[in-house]
């Protein structure tokens, strides 16, 4: 390859992400495309400016927003065209559109579960599958997609459904606007790998040292490898080789694998232990009698398949961004939390689509609450057109193509119930003892399948040593829930007022998103760890009232379950301050205290509704 | 129609394969559910098993894919059956068993179907456009991501796929017409949950996990990178697998009905479900049926406690009922209690 910054070693995250624009515009199908994590700035810019250029000049590039609907991004009834034609007429989406080019998602930390779900549906199966409005079709989309993830928080990523099935995952905050200027792979270059790409063969000894590669690293999902295949021979028709050479898989390697590595492999010189949590998948791959079959068959003249499979690990490895590398290496549960991207958001972005769930339409005119429904209106108006003709002909007037009366409009109600999460906060500290904290798991437990059965969400957060965690953000998942509980150490001491400070900003966050939060404290209220971190009852306590006091200005339903074996007046007082219910444990079954959190949560949801009504 | 993968050249996989040739064989089994990892190939089977399905004979131009050979004198399209229009016998085709995706962005007027607005328009004629689920009728609903499904389809769907029947009622239509499917759904339980009277329509659940074998994964990967790279010619490659296959089926469900169960085995199935606490008798049904499908397809002619043994933890796993305190999964406790019924 002659280009000094293509390499597989590409240095500068600039040079990799640039690499990445070049080897996506090679084939757009078969890469899927990339999740660009960066702000609005000089270097999404000039990255999305490279892709543009990179690919061919009729590709389409299309942009769209979070907010699409279903209408405009699968396709649908063309509203004008069919009242001006009489009959249905068919809207292509902008997925449709934007076949054999990129569609580039805007903002996509925000994009809903569902739209996500519908796009990497189509990135599958590479068509769009139409079933709405009276029309049923199946037309080409042969896409590729870009999702700009403007996501600061770690949680805040676009929906696992999504950016699983694409090849990059680039993070542009660490480039220099100096590096922009850098020499980059000519346009030219890129055309001529597109051609050429069709030809190119691969090597089995290389594709095995590839998938053990992703292995080594804990990929979970062969998604990955079969990514990482694409990508392998885009970079070597790139490079202009007839075959892909250990360097195209390489590049490979380091693009596709660093950023989804959820384990440093063993027998790794600098670090002292692979992560202890978290099993991996359970191979060794860097065990020496590993099989490889395919090995008898090799005949390449270069390294022998472990020598090709350690390079691609080594490569892959220089690659992983230092942060993931050093939850890494603090052993981390760095796949839970990948994983956990998904679903939280699924909650979030829900809102924007849609004012509660379309519930059901009736006849009626529309008002602020409703939405008229085009479809339906003409539905109902459909029957009566011949009569309503001759009407019109009586008249004297011309009839329109439709005659549409008020009586046939037909709007879509919405259910406007906002969700409910319920928000646990577990004292795990030293002072619930280990017993009393075994009853506290087994309690959010019961809740929680209530809250399941209830289809609600829930987030746990857990405080102890001197801080409080969020250890399962808002989900519907009860798998996850039961996951983050099980795992849940105790010990420690005490800071309440962190955990009630934290309870409230999950709380915020929920009713920013519409949802209606409800908060279980599980604790005995000793709190004795300050705001700030630092050991000392009284300073702890008098935290404690101000972060429960500030919490009951919010307004947010709440309740206590005191967790110690007699009435503590601390735990009491602190009920009080947050306006909070106080329920005491021992006396509180399963039953009631579920009644108590769903008592709770209606009287929430009520206040609610009198707040936004 | 667009080339699908071979079912025959999925990797592993074989609990997913198996659920699925016995809703193939058997679908009053009601459906199968799949849950599992990401890109582990759920719709890839799904999709792939249509192909392998031998060609069922359909009453030309129904809509409904009505049986020549049934009794049925109330096809709403009018074509009767075996009695045909008019004393003339119905005109027989030979039709791909119908594999209808229910996409996630589907409204509910072309799940159920509803008023032809071409025709209302155009003509003034209330006439009924039939839906997905019409289409669906004698073949497989396939719901890819079935637990993002919105709620108001997932009620439709809960009652048609017990009653086997699709009652319409809107703008004007009043019409029943048959839609016995086999509900297939694939998902990710960290996505989200399913509500419980949904778990309950699928005869059987598998779960399915990221082949974890090293050379299982390079296989994967060989032979998809193969496929995508000339679709046609290894779909000629593994056709003669794939009729094998479909051969399979088509001996099995000659074979079912004369499948015979003991009382010894009948007396496992039940303790077992009781060991388990399942709900009501669907349970034991569903086990037994599966046993009898499984029976037919390895070509026995009675069920012995070894096909029980291979499918309970499918026909039962969804079906116990919540012990929120029990960590240990389903699949877990299903293992327990065969060793309890079988010894070890």
Redesign the interface.
Known sequence: MSEPDAGPGASSPWASAALAAALLAVDPV?IRGASVRSLAGPARDRWLGLLREYLPEDAPMRRIPTHIT?SR??GGLDLASTLRM???IAERGVLVEADGGIVVLAMAERLS??TA??IG?VL??G?V????????LRSIARIGVVALDEGLADDERPP??LI?RLAFLLNLDNVVESDLSAPVIPPSQVAEARARLESVT?P?DI??A???A??ALGI???????LA??VARAAAALAGHDAVTQEDAATAASLVFAPRATIIPSGEPQEDEPPPEEPP???E?SDPD??E??QDEDDSDTLDPQELEDMMIAVAQAAIPDKLLAQLREGKDVRSRA?SS??SR?GAAKKKGRRG???AVRAGEPTPNTRLNL??T???A??W???RRQEAAKEGRTATL?EVRRSDFRCTHFKQRSETTTIFIVDASGSSALQRLAEAK?AV??L??DC??R?DNVALIAFRGKAAEVLLPP??????A?RSL?GLPGGGGTPLASAIDTAWMVATACRDKGQTPVLVFLTDGQGNIARDGTPGRPMAEADAIASAQALRVSGFSAMLIDTARRPQPMAQKLAAEMGAKYLLLPYADANAMSKAVKATAADSVAAEGRIRG | M?VVFPFSAIVGQDEMKQALLVAAVSPTIGGVLVLG????GK?TAVRALATLLPKMAVVTGCRYSSDPATDDKKCVDGCNGHHGVNGQKPEVSYVPVPVV???????E???VG?????R???Q?V?AF?P??LARANRGFLYI??VN?L???LIDVLLDVAASGENVVER??ISIRHPARFVLVGSGN?????L??QLLDRFGLSVEIR??????A??E???R??AF?RDPEAFVAQWAEEDAKIGALIVAARDRLPNISVSDAVLEQASKLCMILGTDGLRGELTLLRTARAVAALDGADEVLSDHLRRVAPSSLRHRLR?N??D?AGSTVRIERAMEEVFGK
Do not use: N, W
Request: hydrophobic share 30%.
């Open positions: 078969g279903d991004l699968l009489g009959k249905p579960a569902g779900g519908r549906g599958d199966r068509e599958q139409l079933e709405r409005d009276g029309l049923g696992t459904v699983e691969f089995d594709m095995v590839l998938c053990s992703s292995v979970a999902s062969v998604r990955a490898s079969l295949v694409k998948p359970p191979e791959p590993q099989p079959e395919p994983q998904g679903g699924a769930r379309p519930s479809i339906e003409l539905r109902a459909a029957p057109q011949p009569l439709v087994g437990e019961l929680l399948a399941y059965v289809r989900t519907r998942s009860l798998v996850r039961k099980a | 667009r990892d990401r890109g582990t719709s995706d229910l996409p996630l962005g589907a409204t007027d072309r799940v509803a008023l032809d607005l071409e209302a328009l155009t003034g209330k456009e839906g997905l890819d991501e993002l919105e709620d108001h703008e004007g339980p960290e996505e989200g949950e509500r419980p990221t082949p974890t074998d090293l050379a994964r390079i994967v990967v060989r998809r990178d995508d919540r929120v305190l960590d």
